[in-house]
């Protein structure tokens, strides 16, 4: 007969394991009607529907019935609701319940955005590689071949998604510029904060040659199509190309990556061209957690804790854990709450309590760990047709250029 291990059970329903031990105890006195294995001289809970259901109600019960006092109530404070539209705190909402996670985007917001600034501003003038200055060197290092792809257009757009400040395209603006080829620039981004922080880099290195357009554009949910219907059947269409970014950890940051990628491959066109950058698996990656200002520190970085102080989660609530997780092969940061806890969120129509349990975790950041075939399949699986690819001397990071996979 399977059965459940203690450590299994303790973490399925978030209790301890003397939680665990009582139940089986109880169960041979007569006071619970669980079904036990024994293996050996120990005794298990027996893994059959019957435990689990009658498992589920004990815990739920547990939950409910919860000393009040040991419960922490936090509201958002007034910032949460000027800073995030309905939709995005419904957003927010449904990703604590289901997920126990915020979605990184959110974090770019307002103050979130100002903090992402200073931390890219520090990565791009460092020595040692990193994702910023790595991406911005194999864009330099591959720009011959990328110059042979663009050769038969006397016109490029470049579309940026998830510009954050802009700082990794600024050598490739200047080469399209000089090569007097560079069309539209235009930054999509969720946040309108970062998109203010890129115009005004942009601003600031090319005065008035690049005509900037902003887009508060979420890469989960919506396509970017639309902005090139006006030119798509204009006579000089066919000597226009799309160059599209996606640079930095954009994807390996969010719960699907293969639907960001399936959002962006139903957006491009069929002579479009798709450069992307991101971190590749190797054991020193796996153990890398620089997020803050100042190197060293384990707190809750700044760049991915803007969502949490808005909700009114005291730091004293929760200990910072960071790690990696073999299984779903990620780096990750979370808040482990040593309290039990409710938000309680406002919407036009009403309130809505989310609860957690003490021991519960709310992921804040994660980082998917791939290594370069795990890139080529994803990119394949989602119908691109990979045309090159170049890695660091460390091979700790890689930039691919793709297009989109037709008849």
Partial sequence: MLYFKHSDLAKKYAVSLRTVHNWIDETREGKLDLTLHREGDKLYVANIARNIDMLSELTESRRKY?????????????????????????????????????????????????????????????????????????????????????????????????????????????????????????????????????????????????????????????????????????????????????????LSNMRKPDSGLKIIHDSMGINDILIHSTKLDTEAT???????????????????????????????????ELGYDPKLKQRFEQIRLNVSLTIKLKFEDGERPIHFNKGDTILTWRGLQQTAADVNEQFDRNDFYLLH????????YILTVSKVKHG
């Fill in 286 to 320: 796996r153990s890398f957690f620089d997020f803050d200002l100042k190197p060293g520190e384990t707190r809750l970085a700044a760049i991915h804790g803007l969502v949490v102080n808005l909700l009114g989660i005291d730091s004293t609530y929760y200990k910072v």
């Fill in 66 to 250: 919860r000393n009040s006092i040991a419960i922490k109530t936090v509201e958002p404070l007034p910032e949460f609701y000027e800073t995030y539209s309905q939709k995005q705190i419904f957003d927010i909402a449904t990703n604590l319940e289901i997920h126990h996670e915020i979605p990184r985007q959110y974090n770019y917001f307002d103050g979130g955005a100002n903090y992402w600034d200073k931390y890219a501003e520090r990565l791009d003038g460092e020595e040692s590689p990193n994702l910023v200055n790595s991406t911005v060197r194999l864009l330099k290092a591959n720009q011959s071949y990328i110059d042979n792809l663009l050769d038969r257009y006397k016109r490029v757009n470049v579309i940026d998604v998830g510009v954050g400040n802009a700082y990794p395209v600024k050598g490739l603006l200047t080469h399209l510029l000089d090569a007097k080829k560079l069309g539209r620039y235009i930054a999509l981004d969720v946040s309108p904060t970062m998109l203010a922080i890129a115009r005004i880099n942009i601003k600031k290195w090319f005065g008035d040659t690049v005509a900037f357009e902003g887009y508060e554009h979420d890469i989960n949910y919506d396509r970017f199509s639309d902005l090139f219907i006006r030119e798509y059947a204009q006579s000089d269409a066919k000597e226009t190309v799309n160059l599209v970014l996606l640079l930095g950890g954009t």
């Fill in 389 to 396: 690819s170049s890695q660091t001397d460390s091979r700790e």
